[in-house]
């Protein structure tokens, strides 16, 4: 039972430059969630998912993209990478939530520089 | 809206001593409340949480923390902490209804044990 995978662990991006973080669970979660972490900042939700197919914009949803086409996966875009986009970035996976919120199990985080 | 915070950037703290980090929130409606613990380079991992029931909740490695509505706290403690307790300490909310939780994070607590 891997739990939470991410992929890459780092990465270096020029401005402009595109990427895709790739976020993978073998539990069966039906929400999953992309975070970053800036230092001072905590956590900050970028998008999230309720289900296969649906997205939703979190607290800072702007310059990125996200999809999930499989259950088990939730990939994170960046189209035109800018230097604020340097953070750590962490997927984040639970239950349903019914009728009380679940625990969310992390993955280990993406390390990225834009330079 | 939900929010936390965490006052306390950083608590430096003798092996052996106790601690407490210090969450409070803004709430004016149910209350969910999760603590959080990232060791180094690691994704967060739950250390306990509140969803109903008994204020004073008891978690992994021997933390314990208590829910004080009347206060809007939920501190966490831990009577003797060890080295290997060195991390930042995330307390979050949840906010939403059955099945559209949404988690708040505070901007965290750098636990730092000196031997």
């Known amino acids: 039972n891997a739990g939470v995978t991410q992929t890459p662990k780092f990465r270096v991006l020029k401005t402009g430059q595109s990427m895709t973080l790739l976020c993978a669970q073998d539990?069966?979660?039906?929400?999953m969630y992309w975070y970053r972490q800036d230092p001072g900042m905590g956590l900050r939700l970028i998008h999230y998912?309720?289900?296969?197919?649906?997205?939703a914009k979190g607290e800072v949803p702007d310059g990125y993209n996200v999809s999930r086409l499989k259950k088990q996966n939730f990939l994170l875009g960046l189209e035109s990478a800018a230097p604020s986009q340097t953070s750590v970035y962490f997927c984040?996976?639970?239950?349903?939530?019914?009728?009380?919120?679940?625990?969310?199990?992390f993955g280990p985080g993406t390390r990225l520089l834009v330079l | 809206a939900q929010s936390v915070t965490q006052l306390d950037s950083q608590v430096p703290v003798f092996e052996e001593a106790p601690v407490e980090l210090r969450c409070n929130y803004s709430s004016s409606v149910s209350v969910y409340l999760f603590w959080y613990v990232q060791y180094p380079n690691q994704g967060l991992q739950l250390l306990l949480k509140?969803?109903?029931?008994?204020?004073l909740v008891k978690g992994i490695n021997g933390f314990e923390a208590e829910f004080n509505k009347s206060q809007t706290s939920f501190h966490l403690r831990k009577p003797s902490v060890h080295i290997s307790d060195t991390a930042e300490y995330f307390c979050?909310?949840?906010?939403?209804?059955?099945?559209?939780?949404?988690?708040?994070f505070g901007t965290g607590t750098r636990l730092k044990v000196l031997a």
């Open positions: 998912s309720v289900g296969e197919g649906t997205t």
């Open positions: 509140y969803l109903s029931g008994s204020t």
């Open positions: 979050a909310v949840s906010q939403g209804r059955s099945g559209t939780y949404k988690y708040i």
């Open positions: 984040a996976s639970s239950a349903r939530g019914t009728p009380l919120p679940e625990t969310q199990y």
């Open positions: 539990m069966n979660h039906e929400y």
